[in-house]
């Protein structure tokens, strides 16, 4: 008789909750699908013995008729922002891109970047800083240390994910980096006190007050090349609770909520000005410091507090 093969948990509990989906996305030879892989149209991928389905399914979005007549021989969407956010796949009304039962995944979405070059983005970008600045500027590579969730995009999933929507790639907004490093500065030097900042000559030219623009920008940040995407799992017990519906009980069945993050990754961070950066000091430490300093001890985008986000 064949022996029974141990199969490996769906997910990763601690006392009953779930922490996380305990599988990787499929990559390189799913994306090959997009170079007319003829032997991918099932839209599956192949691990051991285990067929992974994609999520992207044509027929179950919520398109235009026109445009579902025009695309329904689509197997394969080579921009993940708009395969994910204008292509989601919808069961009983509801957007879904992950699915399990009883520890099985039904369906998963996969990340298709197409041919974009990682490498040629970020030449690109270093050159209009170049352009702007001349070598007025500081570039910082820094890896994920666990799993980044950058969100605040409008979507129609219970969470999101920030996607270039041109790129159709993971990336970090400039606004959400300087945010970052200057809430870690009022925080580490300034004792939580904003005024106390902005009455702080150094701080007030970095990154500007209400009447005075700051005079170091900030830029996005893109992944150094194609970024991991894994599914997590976050686990809300209580909501009837949340809801206000009802008290905080044990009878109230847990609603598993998946979502997106970004994981072993390595992205470019650059700041840039028209005056020599040396010169952008905080309480004696250089922005370059800073910046660097947020990153790795403050975090950034949600789930902080729990370990996420960190370089």
Do not use: C
């Amino acid at each position: 008789m064949a022996k029974k093969k141990n199969k490996q948990p769906a997910v990763a509990r601690d006392k009953g909750t779930v922490l996380e989906v305990n599988r990787n996305f499929p990559t390189e030879k799913v994306e090959k699908f997009t170079n007319h892989d003829n032997s991918h149209k099932n839209n599956t991928k192949t691990q051991g013995s285990t067929k992974i389905q994609d999520s992207f399914d044509i027929l179950k979005t919520k398109v235009p008729k026109d445009t579902l007549e025009a695309l329904k021989d689509f197997k394969e969407i080579d921009n993940f922002h708009l395969k994910l956010n204008r292509f989601g796949r919808f069961e009983d009304d509801k957007p879904i891109f992950f699915k399990s039962t009883k520890g099985k995944v039904d369906f998963s979405i996969v990340p298709n970047f197409g041919d974009f070059d990682f490498e040629d983005n970020l030449t690109k970008q270093e050159q209009i800083i170049k352009d702007l600045f001349g070598e007025k500027y500081h570039k910082e590579e820094l890896k994920t240390s666990y799993r980044l969730v950058i969100g605040g995009e409008a979507t129609v999933y219970e969470t999101s994910m920030r996607l270039h929507h041109i790129y159709g790639i993971p990336y970090i907004p400039a606004s959400g980096i300087k945010g970052v490093v200057r809430s870690y500065i009022i925080v580490e030097k300034f004792e939580s006190t904003e005024d106390d900042a902005l009455n702080d000559d150094d701080f007030v030219k970095v990154f500007g007050s209400g009447d005075k623009a700051g005079k170091v920008t900030f830029f996005d940040a893109f992944p150094t090349t194609k970024p991991t995407l894994k599914v997590d799992i976050m686990n809300p017990h209580y909501g009837d609770y949340y809801s206000k519906k009802a008290a905080p009980t044990d009878t109230q069945n847990p609603n598993p909520i998946p979502f997106l993050t970004v994981e072993n990754t390595k992205f470019r961070f650059l700041i840039g000005a028209k005056e020599e950066l040396k010169s952008f000091t905080i309480e004696g430490i250089a922005i370059e410091k800073w910046l660097k300093e947020a990153l790795q001890n403050h975090g950034i985008g949600a789930k902080t507090a729990v370990g996420y986000g960190y370089f």
